[in-house]
């Protein structure tokens, strides 16, 4: 019979990993800097770490295009989060509804399953037409992007709620608001915060297509800006900051999720 294994020996493959991704960090800066500082590829193609922070601490002082780095980072994180709350206190109470009743989830599911599979670049003239080039359209693009991952996300969660659960709160008394409360919502929540995780990797890369389309502000504006320009060391800076910032978010998720759902995956 397999020993279950204690929480010292997790602790230690955990870190035994942790080690290894530093290492293949460590590793590929390695070959990034002696690539480029001996000169084995073009720097015009590939600029080297050194010319990289030299930029990166140029845009901290002297911004670009006439606004802060922070203007910039701020601009696109404005657009993002408020398309993702949107999204997520719209797409959330619906998906339960349609979790509930066939009959809502046979009217809006359709629609979703129409515009989901759609490149969002291929609906945002359309969204730029009917509300300029602002904000406006920007985060109406991200809410659509973010809101059919979570929507679905809901409604599977609460299909998959075992009926026993609810049948037994039945039995005792409890009134359907009392199910939805105490029942539902904590056995989908696990599975919305797994959607929100896939709703802000897929707005995160349309919010960078967004910008480069039509903006004047933002990471991904200032990248496709900066490429015109051939200032690849700029454009190096915007991709590993979008990169950053993505990493954190998903980080910052997967750690409310160890900490308020340490139990899923250990049921049964």
């Known amino acids: 019979m397999e020993r279950e294994k204690g929480p010292r020996e997790i602790d230690k493959k955990q870190v035994h990993v942790r080690v290894i991704s530093m290492a293949s960090i460590a590793l590929l ?35 670009y295009k006439g606004s802060s780095l ?29 979790g509930y009743s066939k009959y809502i989830l046979a009217i809006f599911d359709p629609i979703i399953e129409f515009y989901r599979p759609l490149p969002p670049l291929a609906y945002y003239a359309l969204l730029v037409l009917w509300l300029g080039i602002d904000n406006t359209s920007k985060i109406a693009l991200l809410f659509l992007s973010a809101f059919a991952p979570l929507f679905i996300a809901t409604v599977s969660s609460v299909q998959r709620v075992p009926r026993d659960r609810i049948n037994s709160a039945l ?3 409890a009134t ?33 297509a ?14 496709l800006d900066a490429s015109k320009y051939l200032r690849s060391d700029i454009v190096f800076v915007g991709i590993i900051l979008m990169g950053g910032i993505a990493i954190l978010m998903d980080s910052i998720i997967r750690w409310y999720q160890r900490l308020q759902f340490h139990w899923v995956g250990r049921e049964g």
């Open 29 to 63: 800066m390695l070959i990034w800097t002696v690539s480029t500082n001996l000169r084995w590829i073009d720097p015009f193609f590939l600029p080297s770490p050194q010319s990289v922070w030299a930029a990166f601490l140029d845009l901290i002082w002297e911004g």
């Open 171 to 173: 039995s005792l008394g």
């Open 176 to 208: 359907k608001t009392k199910i939805l409360v105490h029942i539902v919502l904590p056995s989908c929540l696990p599975d919305i915060i797994t959607g929100l995780r896939t709703a802000i990797g897929v707005t995160y890369a349309t919010l960078v």
């Open 70 to 98: 922070g203007t910039h980072v701020l601009n696109s994180l404005y657009r993002l989060f408020l398309a993702l709350v949107l999204a997520f206190f719209i797409a959330v109470p619906l998906g339960i509804l349609c």
């Open 210 to 223: 967004a910008e480069m389309v039509a903006a004047t502000s933002g990471i991904g504006w200032m990248v």
